[in-house]
């Protein structure tokens, strides 16, 4: 029989986003409770998810009621669970191919999604027709299997594409900072900064402008340094105490101009804010995590009605377990 080695049990309140459960080991088990819709019976909603060793990606299995309350089981082929390990070695998926791009939803379709699920990064290329998009890497959303994907953070202005070749990228790079490619900049007191990859910055750090080309307007704040002021987790946005009212506009460029060779627009975290770990005055900004590894182990839950991460303010509770294998033949 096999030796159970680890036992580890969590909860938190879901924000309506998909959440990722960080593990100090790897796991061959999973399961996830909703509270919420447990204790207050709310039919046509999943309340109870499992996955087991050896289950595909964003699947799992489902214990939902439905419209009169009964509960019935089903498996998840999309939505569900997938195990995030960002220390191991990453190499990006092959060439992928897709057939349209709606600028208006930001949506690609495409008959072979591969390994792709929400939260994945893309790296575009040879994007016909919206050439503002060669070399961009993406945060995606939306995925549905082997049809269509959207980068929700994607840049406004582009025009649609009739073809596309993009890989998928699994994991974000391992060590802070991280280049974050610029979708979109505001002109005001305070410059509303846009990223196409999720940044995960917070208030108080500060970031550095690389040099904006010219043909994406807004070269002013090349250079800059601003401390960012306010962060908006659902636009993917910053804002920093820069005055970029009376800079040129930000623009991404007609796709004519962008088949010429250029640079995208960047820009990088260098420095953390006021820290009372590091310094417990918090007085002065540090540096304590200008360089560091931030690869995480762990259980990437999807988030939904009928997915277990839940919807907003649902109460989720979890349980993981380390067992030992053993050979049965």
């Known amino acids: 029989m096999g030796v159970l080695n680890h036992y580890l049990q969590g909860s938190f309140t879901s924000d309506g986003t998909a959440h990722t459960v960080n593990l100090p080991t790897d ?7 909703n509270w919420t819709k447990i204790a207050t019976n709310v039919n046509g909603t999943g309340v109870k998810f499992r996955w087991m060793r050896g289950m595909a990606a964003a699947t799992g299995i489902q214990e939902a009621t439905d419209a009169a309350g009964v509960l019935t089981i089903s498996d998840l082929t999309t939505g569900g669970f997938t195990l995030v390990n960002t220390a191991d070695p990453q190499t990006p998926g092959p060439a992928l191919t897709g057939t349209t791009y709606t600028a208006a939803t930001k949506i690609f379709t495409t008959a072979n999604t591969g390994t792709l699920v929400n939260g994945d990064l893309v790296e575009l290329y040879s994007v016909t027709g919206a050439l503002q998009l060669s070399g961009l890497l993406a945060t ?47 002109q005001a007191t305070s410059a509303v900064v846009t990223f196409s990859v999720t940044h995960n910055l917070t208030v ?8 904006i080309p010219s043909m994406y307007g807004m070269t002013q704040i090349s250079g800059l340094r601003g401390l960012i002021t306010a962060i908006s987790v659902a636009n993917n946005t910053v804002t920093v105490d820069i005055d970029s009212s009376a800079f040129t506009a930000f623009a991404f460029p007609l796709t004519a101009v962008a088949a010429t060779a250029h640079t995208l627009p960047t820009a990088v ?21 200008a360089t560091r590894n931030t690869a995480v182990r762990g259980m990437y839950l999807a988030a939904g009605a009928n997915s277990p991460a839940g919807v907003t303010s649902d109460l989720i509770y979890w349980r993981a377990y380390k067992a030992e294998q053993i050979q049965t033949s």
Do not use: C, H, W
Not at 27 to 33: A, G, K, L, P, S
Not at 204 to 211: A, E, K, L, P
């Open 27 to 33: 796991v061959d088990f999973m399961e996830v409770e």
């Open 140 to 186: 995606v959303d939306q995925v549905t299997a082997n049809t269509s994907f959207r980068i929700p953070f994607g840049p406004a202005g582009a025009v649609n594409g009739t073809a596309v070749t993009y890989r998928v990228i699994k994991n974000q790079a391992m060590y802070y900072p991280r280049r974050l490619f610029i979708t979109a900049i505001t």
């Open 204 to 211: 108080g750090q500060r970031i550095v402008f690389g040099t």
């Open 269 to 289: 975290p260098f420095g953390d804010g006021p820290s009372t770990v590091a310094n417990v005055l918090g007085d002065q900004s540090v540096l304590d995590g």
